[in-house]
């Protein structure tokens, strides 16, 4: 039969789904490559402890004088992963149809894992004690330089990243845009023009997420942030698991990861709070 489902088949369909899942998972997870990354798979135990150093003041030294030394105490971060899991169900019958289910169940398993992680993190972003904007401002490119500036002040001497919503990006853009405001922009609002990119901002690549979640006011909260501001411990990154179900008549398709988030850094992280309304 021209369509008959084997073992063969359906294994190789699996494959194809693992391969696209996982692929969707790593490649749509925006906030898991900005931000410190601990993979600890062969680590015992379900909480991390990352240490935390203060910095020490070095003084003028006087000849034939002996140095005295410094107290460095340190502080830690606890960070408690946990599982998170998505399952949809693949029937013997849809898998002898037409299309391509391992494609579309591989992006549909990866999307919600990824999200998931996403999520996570850009929950972390209302818990920085330094915030810039209030609810119902719109957003401005002078916010951001505002952040930089506030992160720059607090010893952040390497890359920055904003992460905003989609509204918050429209607001940047048209700022950006805005000939009264500068009718000689450069390169930068030529580019802003031409097809809606905000790009990097003085010093910070902004990025935009429709995970970033509005309120029922429509407000939503941003963040300006360093690597350091924040991180994932990665206990077990994505896996895809199959169990049969002979009496549906189809195969159960569990897809799970085991990790967990944490705040590192208050002073290297800007809560931005703007309006997201169009």
Request: hydrophobic content about 45%.
């Amino acid at each position: 039969m021209a369509n008959e489902t084997t073992s063969s088949t359906l294994s190789s369909l699996f494959s194809e789904i693992i391969l696209a899942a996982r692929f969707t998972a790593e490649e749509n997870s925006l906030m898991a490559g900005l931000v410190t990354r601990y993979d600890i798979g062969n680590v015992a135990g379900k909480t991390i402890q990352v240490p935390k150093y203060p910095a020490i003041t070095a003084a003028d030294l006087t000849e034939g004088t002996d140095m005295g030394a410094t107290e460095v105490t340190t502080s830690h971060v606890n960070v408690t992963v946990g599982e998170v899991g998505a399952q949809v169900v693949l029937t013997d019958l849809a898998a002898m149809g037409s299309g391509n289910p391992a494609q579309e169940l591989g992006t549909v398993l990866g999307n919600a894992i990824a999200t998931k992680i996403d999520k996570d993190l850009i929950a972390l972003f209302s818990g920085f004690s330094s915030g810039l904007g209030a609810a119902g401002q719109e957003i401005t490119v002078a916010d951001l330089f505002k952040a930089a500036a506030t992160l720059r002040s607090n010893k952040v001497t390497g890359s920055m990243a904003a992460v905003v919503h989609p509204y918050h990006a429209y607001q940047l853009s048209a700022n950006l845009t805005n000939t009264f405001a500068n009718p000689n922009g450069g390169d930068l609002q030529n580019e802003a023009m031409r097809n809606g990119f905000v790009g990097s901002i003085g010093g910070i690549d902004v990025y935009q997420s429709a995970n970033v979640t509005v309120d029922a006011s429509d407000d939503a909260i941003g963040c300006v942030f360093s690597p350091e501001a924040m991180c994932i411990a990665m206990k077990r990154d994505f896996n895809l698991e199959t169990e049969r179900n002979a009496s549906l008549r189809a195969f159960e398709l569990n897809a799970t990861a085991v990790y967990g988030v944490g705040e590192l850094d208050d002073a290297y992280g800007v809560g931005m709070t703007f309006d997201a309304a169009l």
